[in-house]
Nanobody, 123 residues
């Protein structure tokens, strides 16, 4: 069982930055593929970024070059650094975890989910 708690959301102007954190419980955090997803009102939950236990990463095209995912296996935390934010990045951001050997972008393959944190980007 893994529990995930996201923090770091908030209101920011377009062009600004935010860093989201996801703290995970459990002693096997390093085994998990960690992902960030987001869901805007009226839209499907979509993949944003993922990181494998070995450090490989994958990003949605819409955030490449602006967002960076990283993990601290010693402290069971995964981060999402978001730069050059746009109004279309406004959404609830969720942290998720699953097991595997490569980064997974399919939300249905993730086992554990956090409660989400709101990110609002004003124009």
């Amino acid at each position: 069982q893994v529990q995930l708690v996201e923090t770091g959301g908030g209101l920011v102007q377009a062009g600004g930055s935010l860093r989201l954190s996801c703290a995970a419980s459990g002693r096997t955090f390093s085994r998990y593929i960690m992902g960030w997803f987001r869901q805007a009102p009226g839209k499907e939950r979509e993949f944003v970024a993922g990181i494998w236990s070995g450090g490989s990463t994958n990003y949605a095209d819409s955030v490449k070059g602006r967002f960076t995912i990283s993990r601290d296996n010693n402290n069971n935390i995964v981060y999402l650094q978001m730069n050059s934010l746009k109004p279309e990045d406004t959404a609830v951001y969720y942290c998720a975890a699953t097991l595997g050997v490569a980064v997974i972008s399919n939300r249905y393959e993730y086992i554990y989910w956090g409660q989400g944190t709101q990110v609002t980007v004003s124009s």
